[in-house]
């Protein structure tokens, strides 16, 4: 008589909660455009959700703990002039916030700490590069002030935020629409899908697509792609029979799935949210009112289902919390922001444990706010594994920092050196280059000024919001 022998794993009994009613975010206009984006980015500090807006495109950004009804006059960050399709937090700097939009543009962010008084409408910049809508953003998961964007064009651009210059545009590797764009753990290496059923690995510095696999799913709709820690690819999709379906697969022999599972029939397409620290996807479908996780090890089969949350409403969207804003007290190892029409409600993943102390196993040292490298070095061919923290004491998230955009001098460009001039012109030139230095000085002088004022105005704010609570 043979006896079923049960996987060993530590993550067997992981089971979801929704947080109680309180701690749920109420009375938010969920946006109701078609675009399978997740809506919602969540980091320690602020939940920012893609709303419903009149004429343009917004979004909300909610302290953590503002908890409960939301004012139907809170401060929207409005600035498109056509739908927000997504929104990403830097991972190098918690108020700062990317968003794209159906207007072609990126807008970059500075969120303040305090709750402003009235609609954030001045991006620190904004990208202009995409002849068609932009629908996917993701920061560079190493270098400071990168964040590579997606658009209806079939181009990929990768920009420096801090100068707001294009670093590297791929334009002819995706012949129709991109479906989805996902950097590796160092920022090397991009898993991309499209609509022409092709899953590519690109190489970005080098403008170059390393392995490609056609097909991976023989369904029309959408795939989706993520790098896993092993360097595998995890990719989401559907059968030629319009069953979902998820692959693993190795990028030096794209020919075999390492494993492929039939799902369940559904249209919504899958965003899937992995763990690195855990090796745990979590997949989550538009329209579904399900969680389901599995874990990817390196034994046969490979992806093992481990349970459902599951709950009445289905899903709008959905936001992923990073490793270092988890609550490590109560063995956190995930956290979830759910939105529904009109609210958006915290599901915590749980690994049931009777000691009260850091479990080690369960909380390796993660990927903190500090960047590896700077923008140039990423550029120049240098790669770095993320900045790594320990989270046995929990994490605090550092204060308030400005993201500074330095806009390069396009008079520094000197040009070229032609034949030797009289001395009268060069006289002149000495002249004139005295005269433009000035105006540059007194330019300087003037922005200084523009800038201790704005600052006065923020303080004065302030006052203004805790007399308010004060007489409240």
Known sequence: MSRRVVRQSKFRHVFGQAAKA???????????????????????????????????????????????????????????????????????????????????????????DYTPVRNITEPIITLEGHSKRVGILSWHPTARNVLLSAGGDNMIIIWNVGTGEVLLSLDDMHPDVIHSVCWNSNGSLLATTCKDKTLRIIDPRKSQVVAERFAAHEGMRPMRAVFTRQGHIFTTGFTRMSQRELGLWDPNNFEEPVALQEMDTSNGVLLPFYDPDSSIVYLCGKGDSSIRYFEITDEPPFVHYLNTFSSKEPQRGMGFMPKRGLDVS?????????????????????????????????????????????????LSGQDAEPVLISLRDGYVPPKHRELRVTKRNILDARPPSGPRRSQSASDASLS???????????????????QAQEQRITALENMLCELV???D
Request: net charge negative; with cysteine.
């Open 330 to 378: 109560k063995c956190e190892i995930a956290r979830f922001y759910k939105l529904h029409e009109r609210k958006c409600e915290p599901i915590i993943m749980t690994v049931p444990r009777k000691s009260d102390l850091f479990q080690d196993d369960l909380y390796p040292d993660t990927p903190g706010p500090e960047p590896a490298l700077e923008a140039d070095e990423w």
């Open 22 to 112: 309180d701690q749920a975010y109420e009375d938010i206009r969920v946006s109701k455009v078609t675009w399978d984006s997740s809506f919602c980015a969540v980091n320690p500090k602020f939940l920012a959700i893609i709303v419903e807006a009149g004429g343009g495109g917004s979004f909300i950004v909610l302290p953590l703990a503002k908890t409960g009804r939301v004012d139907k006059n809170y401060p929207l960050v409005t600035g498109h002039t056509a739908p927000v399709l997504d929104i990403d937090w830097c991972p190098h700097n918690d108020n700062v916030i990317a968003s794209a939009s159906d207007d072609t543009t990126i807008m970059v962010w500075q969120i303040p």
């Open 469 to 471: 609570d004060g007489t």
């Open 432 to 450: 004139q280059q005295h005269t433009l230095e000035t105006l540059l000085e007194e330019i300087k002088a003037l922005r200084e000024r523009v």
